[in-house]
C-alpha cells in the first residue's frame, strides 16, 4: 500500500487524464469486419426491418461494413489513434484468464492481473487492487477517480467497500448538494426506463448520461464506464440490436471525445481506451461466451490520445493480453502501477 503511494512519475507524459471503456461482449468481428452475413440474414435473430437494417450497416465489402457500424472508430480512431485486434491479419488480442466470462474479464483488465479463483459472475468482492484505486491514491487525483456502469457487478469487481469510490451502479442515483440539472435529470430518467434486462443491468444511453453530466459538472482525472447492452442484446440473440448497440458505443464515445476536445481542462491532455471484457461465440453459439463458445477469450483494444502514434489499425502480427492494459494506461499517466499482486507489462506500442 505504502509503495503505491510513493511511487513517482516514470515519464513525462502529455496525458493528465483518462477514459477506459468497457464494451461487454463485443466481438473483435463486428469491429473489424462489419456485419455478420450469416447472422445479419438470419430471420431468428433479427426483430427490425431487414431492408432498414441493411441500409444502417450492410455494405458490398467489408470496409463498407465496418465504417457503417463503428464510424468514429474507422474516420477518426483508425486515422489519429490505434485499433488492435485484427485477427485476419494476425494481430491478436486475447484474455488472459481461462474462463471466458465477465467478472474474470473486467477484473483482469482493471487488475492487470490473472486471478484464477475469480471464476464466477456472482464472486464477492474482488480481493485483487486495480489500476483505479491505484490513480485514487495519486496525490492530485484523490477523490477525481469515478465508475459508471451498466452492470450491478463492477461494485464488487472494484471492491468500493474498500476503496470509497464513486461507483454507480444500475438503480443508483448521482448524490450531491449542487447537482447540475444535467444531472438531476439524469438521476430522475433512471425512474423512467423499463426493466428490460432485470434490476442489475440498465440502458447504455443512461449510464452514458449519468457519466457525461458529471464529467461536466465536475471534471474528474480518471473515468471509467461499464456497458453492458451489446452482451445483453447477444445473449437474447436480437442481432440486429446487438449491431445498434455497437453503433450506438461508436456514437457515444464520439460524442464524449468531442466534447472533451472542446474542453480546456481535457483538451490535448486526455487518452481513451476501449475494449470488451471477452469475446463471444461463431454461428449459432454467437449468443454465447465462455469455454463452450470456442472463440470467447478473443478480443480487440482501440486506443485513442496525445501520447499514443497514430498508426491505425495494427496489421503487425502480435499478440498482446488484457492483463496489459492496467499498466499501459498507468504509464500513458507517467505512473508505475504497482499492486497487492502480480502486474502485466505495458502494450509498448501504445506509447511513442
Same mark, same amino acid.
Given at each position: 500500500?505504502?509503495?503505491?503511494?510513493?511511487?513517482?512519475?516514470?515519464?513525462?507524459?502529455?496525458?493528465?487524464?483518462?477514459?477506459?471503456?468497457?464494451?461487454?461482449?463485443?466481438?473483435?468481428?463486428?469491429?473489424?469486419?462489419?456485419?455478420?452475413?450469416?447472422? *445479419?440474414?438470419?430471420?431468428? !435473430?433479427?426483430?427490425?426491418?431487414?431492408?432498414?437494417?441493411?441500409?444502417?450497416?450492410?455494405?458490398?465489402?467489408?470496409?463498407?461494413?465496418?465504417?457503417?457500424?463503428?464510424?468514429?472508430?474507422w474516420n477518426t480512431?483508425?486515422?489519429?489513434?490505434?485499433?488492435?485486434?485484427?485477427?485476419?491479419?494476425?494481430?491478436?488480442?486475447?484474455?488472459?484468464?481461462? !474462463?471466458?466470462?465477465?467478472?474474470?474479464?473486467?477484473?483482469?483488465?482493471?487488475?492487470? =492481473? =490473472?486471478?484464477?479463483?475469480i471464476d464466477a459472475?456472482?464472486?464477492?468482492?474482488?480481493?485483487?487492487?486495480?489500476?483505479?484505486? *491505484?490513480?485514487?491514491?495519486?496525490?492530485?487525483?484523490?477523490?477525481?477517480?469515478?465508475?459508471?456502469?451498466?452492470?450491478?457487478?463492477?461494485?464488487?469487481?472494484?471492491?468500493?467497500?474498500?476503496?470509497?469510490?464513486?461507483?454507480?451502479?444500475?438503480?443508483?442515483?448521482?448524490?450531491? &448538494?449542487?447537482?447540475? +440539472?444535467?444531472?438531476?435529470?439524469?438521476?430522475?430518467?433512471?425512474?423512467?426506463?423499463?426493466? =428490460? *434486462?432485470?434490476?442489475t443491468v440498465r440502458?447504455?444511453?443512461?449510464? =452514458?448520461?449519468?457519466?457525461?453530466?458529471?464529467?461536466? +459538472?465536475?471534471?474528474?482525472?480518471?473515468?471509467?464506464?461499464?456497458?453492458?447492452?451489446?452482451?445483453?442484446?447477444?445473449?437474447?440473440?436480437?442481432?440486429?440490436?446487438?449491431?445498434?448497440?455497437?453503433?450506438?458505443?461508436?456514437?457515444?464515445?464520439?460524442?464524449?471525445?468531442?466534447?472533451?476536445?472542446?474542453?480546456?481542462?481535457?483538451?490535448?491532455?486526455?487518452?481513451?481506451?476501449?475494449?470488451?471484457?471477452?469475446?463471444?461465440?461463431?454461428?449459432?453459439?454467437?449468443?454465447?461466451?465462455?469455454?463452450?463458445?470456442?472463440?470467447?477469450?478473443?478480443?480487440?483494444?482501440?486506443?485513442?490520445?496525445?501520447?499514443?502514434?497514430?498508426?491505425?489499425?495494427?496489421?503487425?502480427?502480435?499478440?498482446?493480453?488484457?492483463?496489459?492494459?492496467?499498466?499501459?494506461?498507468?504509464?500513458?499517466?507517467?505512473?508505475?502501477?504497482?499492486? &497487492?499482486?502480480?502486474?502485466?507489462?505495458?502494450?509498448?506500442?501504445?506509447?511513442?
Amino acid at each position: 500500500m505504502l509503495l503505491a503511494l510513493s511511487i513517482a512519475a516514470i515519464a513525462q507524459t502529455k496525458a493528465k487524464n483518462v477514459v477506459m471503456i468497457s464494451v461487454d461482449g463485443c466481438r473483435w468481428q463486428e469491429i473489424f469486419r462489419g456485419a455478420d452475413s450469416v447472422l *445479419f440474414y438470419t430471420k431468428k !435473430y433479427r426483430q427490425q426491418d431487414s431492408a432498414a437494417m441493411s441500409v444502417k450497416y450492410w455494405g458490398k465489402n467489408v470496409a463498407e461494413r465496418r465504417n457503417k457500424l463503428m464510424p468514429f472508430f474507422w474516420n477518426t480512431i483508425s486515422k489519429q489513434g490505434q485499433l488492435y485486434g485484427n485477427r485476419d491479419l494476425g494481430n491478436l488480442v486475447n484474455v488472459r484468464n481461462k !474462463y471466458w466470462f465477465s467478472y474474470p474479464g473486467r477484473s483482469e483488465t482493471l487488475c492487470g =492481473y =490473472y486471478d484464477e479463483k475469480i471464476d464466477a459472475n456472482d464472486y464477492p468482492n474482488n480481493p485483487n487492487e486495480n489500476v483505479l484505486e *491505484f490513480f485514487n491514491k495519486q496525490k492530485g487525483m484523490e477523490g477525481k477517480v469515478v465508475t459508471f456502469a451498466s452492470w450491478d457487478a463492477l461494485s464488487r469487481i472494484i471492491n468500493r467497500d474498500r476503496n470509497g469510490m464513486l461507483v454507480n451502479i444500475p438503480g443508483e442515483k448521482v448524490k450531491g &448538494n449542487n447537482l447540475t +440539472a444535467a444531472q438531476k435529470l439524469a438521476n430522475e430518467l433512471q425512474n423512467y426506463l423499463p426493466e =428490460y *434486462f432485470g434490476k442489475t443491468v440498465r440502458f447504455d444511453a443512461h449510464t =452514458y448520461a449519468l457519466t457525461r453530466s458529471y464529467i461536466e +459538472a465536475n471534471h474528474p482525472r480518471v473515468v471509467h464506464i461499464d456497458f453492458a447492452d451489446m452482451d445483453e442484446f447477444g445473449h437474447h440473440g436480437q442481432y440486429d440490436s446487438f449491431l445498434d448497440g455497437a453503433h450506438y458505443v461508436d456514437a457515444m464515445v464520439e460524442s464524449l471525445w468531442n466534447y472533451m476536445q472542446a474542453d480546456p481542462f481535457y483538451k490535448d491532455k486526455t487518452t481513451i481506451i476501449v475494449y470488451p471484457d471477452h469475446g463471444r461465440g461463431l454461428g449459432d453459439k454467437w449468443t454465447s461466451h465462455g469455454t463452450s463458445a470456442p472463440g470467447s477469450n478473443e478480443t480487440w483494444m482501440a486506443i485513442l490520445g496525445p501520447d499514443t502514434p497514430a498508426t491505425g489499425e495494427m496489421k503487425a502480427k502480435s499478440q498482446i493480453y488484457q492483463d496489459q492494459f492496467a499498466q499501459t494506461v498507468a504509464q500513458l499517466m507517467g505512473l508505475k502501477f504497482t499492486a &497487492n499482486h502480480p502486474v502485466g507489462e505495458p502494450v509498448k506500442t501504445v506509447f511513442k
